[in-house]
Structure formats: structure tokens, C-alpha cells
């Protein structure tokens, strides 16, 4: 069966940085594209990032470009998010997600399979 797992989410101070992991198994992985998306309490789930199978292409939401890095490492079936100058608005749950399509997606409702999620919270 198909696992997400995410980790690296933590409490850090404004301008801070935390690295997200997504550990991914039960599936094929370098065939995935991959997401970040979040969610801030009473607000919807939101995109943050994602990246093509090979790793080729990525995109990024406007609130977070700039300041976070999307990559993979095929060999280790994990997705990473790298993110800098964290700002009290980046606090949320941060899930990935996996996408069977392989190519750029930021819709929430095309992803296929969702981790557990793992929390951000940044203080000012």
C-alpha cells in the first residue's frame, strides 16, 4: 500500500528555515510528480509547491517563491521542501502529495495519494 510520510516540521522564529521530508513508499515513485500543499486552522488546503517526475520542471506558489526549494531524490524515493525567511503566515500543516500524471499539477483534487501531514508553526 501506498505510504506518504512527511517530517521536519517544527516551531521556528520569523526568518528561520525548516527542511520537509516525504519519505514515499508502495509505489513507483520516479513515474510521480509531487506536491506540497498546506493548511492554516479555518483556512482551505492550499498549494505550495511541486515538482515533475524527473525533477525537471517545478512550480511554486507566489506567497512562498523565493523563498523555498522544492527537489527529489529518485534514488531515495523523498521529496523535499527547503524554506527560508519563514513568516507567522507559512504556520500550518504541510502535506505532500503524489501524482500518477508525472507532470505539473496544483490542484489539490488531482493528487492521488496524501501523507499524514506534518506542522509548521513560526513565531514572530
Known amino acids: 500500500q501506498v505510504q506518504l510520510v512527511e517530517s521536519g516540521g517544527g516551531s521556528v522564529q520569523a526568518g528561520g528555515s525548516l527542511r520537509l521530508s516525504c519519505a ?14 498546506r493548511q492554516a486552522p479555518g483556512k482551505e488546503r492550499e498549494f505550495v509547491a511541486c515538482i515533475s517526475r524527473s525533477g525537471g520542471s ?3 506558489a507566489v506567497s512562498v517563491k523565493g523563498r523555498s526549494t522544492i527537489s527529489r531524490d529518485n534514488a531515495k524515493n523523498t521529496v523535499y521542501l527547503q524554506m527560508n525567511s519563514l513568516k507567522p503566515e507559512d504556520t500550518a500543516v504541510y502535506y505532500c502529495a503524489a501524482d500518477k500524471r508525472g507532470g505539473i499539477t496544483t490542484t489539490s483534487a488531482l493528487y492521488d495519494y496524501w501523507g499524514q501531514g506534518t506542522q509548521v508553526t513560526v513565531s514572530s
Open 58 to 60: 517545478t512550480s511554486y
Open 24 to 37: 514515499a513508499s508502495g509505489l513507483t515513485f520516479s513515474t510521480y510528480a509531487m506536491g506540497w500543499f
